[in-house]
């Protein structure tokens, strides 16, 4: 049974560092890995998708990086801003299905 | 564009009372899913679909019954509420295939009383 574990459970840093967002799942069969974030009271909102096939994607200033033979993803945040506060999640796809890690919320402090 | 509609956003229930939650895409995605979340429990699969006529079981599928009539609508029952089905629920859509990007509607805060 796939297992999607995300450390820190929580993270407060002060506005402008950057910071890096660790994913680890037990089953390496995967086809891709989701980033999500998720306000507080709202949806989950994509972020950014990496293929089993692909090491990285980037979006603005976040970068994912998977590493599928060793069953982790980070989620690199670079210049950290108050608004950037959120829960966030990764999820696995198997087969017919996305398995959640239990998030990281993350605070930004001004 | 839409993408994916839940509504109501908020439900109160009596224990024993049955209901709908709505979810509709407009994105013509053949695959569409429904989760709950719980504190400490995470996002978990209840139902899902991969087209018209065409429903599974996910992780966590009792109490719960689904049918999918067409490519836009993935209704959501509750047969017969419990206190254990108050949770968020999502709603969420994707191509088919094993590697497209999945979306999530806004969700539904349900309590069961």
């Known amino acids: 049974k796939q297992e999607v574990t995300q450390i820190p459970a929580a993270l407060s840093v002060p506005e402008g560092e950057n910071l890096v967002l660790n994913c680890s799942f037990t089953?390496?069969?995967?086809?891709?890995l989701q980033w999500f974030r998720q306000d507080p009271g709202k949806g989950l909102t994509s972020l950014l998708l990496i293929q089993s096939s692909q090491r990285e994607q980037t979006s603005g200033r976040l970068n994912a990086s998977l590493d599928k033979s060793s069953g982790r993803s980070t989620l690199y945040i670079a210049a950290s801003q108050p608004g950037d506060s959120a829960t966030y999640l990764c999820?696995?796809?198997?087969?017919?299905?996305?398995?959640f890690g239990q998030g990281t919320r993350l605070t930004i402090n001004p | 564009n839409a993408g994916v509609t839940q509504t109501p956003k908020f439900q109160v229930l009596k224990t024993g009372q049955s209901m709908t939650l709505q979810c509709a895409q407009d994105m013509n995605h053949e695959y569409m899913s429904w989760y709950r979340q719980d504190p400490g429990m995470g996002l978990r699969l209840i139902h899902y679909?991969?087209?018209?006529?065409?429903?599974d079981q996910g992780e966590v599928p009792n109490g719960y019954n689904v049918s999918r009539s067409t490519t836009e609508d993935f209704p959501l029952r509750l047969l017969s509420a419990a206190p254990s089905q108050t949770s968020v629920y999502f709603c969420?859509?994707?191509?088919?295939?094993?590697?497209?990007?999945?979306?999530f509607g806004q969700g539904t805060r349900l309590t069961v009383v």
């Open positions: 969420a859509s994707s191509f088919g295939g094993m590697n497209t990007e999945a979306f």
């Open positions: 679909s991969v087209g018209a006529g065409i429903t």
């Open positions: 089953d390496s069969a995967i086809y891709n």
């Open positions: 999820a696995v796809r198997g087969a017919q299905k996305l398995v």
